[in-house]
C-alpha cells in the first residue's frame, strides 16, 4: 500500500517561500504522475501543479505558473516563491494517474492522496 506523506507547510509573509515535500512509501509511483492539488474549505479543490517522473511534462495551474516549481523523484518537491495570500489553503500530494493522462491537473483518477499540509501566506 503506497503511503505519501507531505511535509513543509506553515505560516509566511506575502512575497515569502515556502518548500513542501510529498515522500513516498511502498510503490515505486515516484516513476510516474505526481502532482500537488490545494483546496480552502468551502471550495472545489485545485489542481497546482504535476510531473511525469523526473524528467517527464510538467503542468502548472495559471495561478502559480511562474511562481512554483515541481520537481519529480522521491520526495516529490514543489517549491513555492512569491507567495500571496489566495495561495492559502491546505496542500495535498497525489500519485498515480494513467501514463498517458494529457490532463493530470483536472483529473478525477489520482489513486494516492497524503493527508495535507497547511500553507497560510499573510498580507
Known amino acids: 500500500q503506497v503511503q505519501l506523506v507531505e511535509s513543509g507547510g506553515g505560516s509566511v509573509q506575502a512575497g515569502g517561500s515556502l518548500k513542501l515535500t510529498c515522500a513516498a512509501a511502498?510503490?515505486?509511483?515516484?516513476?510516474?504522475?505526481m502532482g500537488w492539488f490545494r483546496q480552502v474549505p468551502g471550495k472545489e479543490r485545485e489542481g497546482v501543479a504535476a510531473?511525469?517522473?523526473?524528467?517527464g511534462p510538467r503542468y502548472y495551474a495559471d495561478s502559480v505558473r511562474g511562481r512554483f516549481t515541481i520537481s519529480g523523484g522521491n520526495p516529490n518537491i514543489l517549491q513555492m516563491n512569491s507567495l500571496k495570500p489566495e495561495d492559502t489553503a491546505t496542500y495535498y500530494c497525489?500519485?498515480?494517474?494513467?501514463?498517458?493522462?494529457?490532463?493530470?491537473?483536472?483529473?478525477?483518477?489520482?489513486?494516492?492522496w497524503g493527508q495535507g499540509t497547511p500553507v497560510t501566506v499573510s498580507s
Open positions: 497525489a500519485a498515480d494517474l494513467p501514463p498517458n493522462e494529457e490532463h493530470p491537473l483536472q483529473s478525477l483518477k489520482w489513486k494516492y
Open positions: 510531473i511525469y517522473g523526473t524528467r
Open positions: 511502498g510503490g515505486t509511483v515516484s516513476a510516474g504522475w
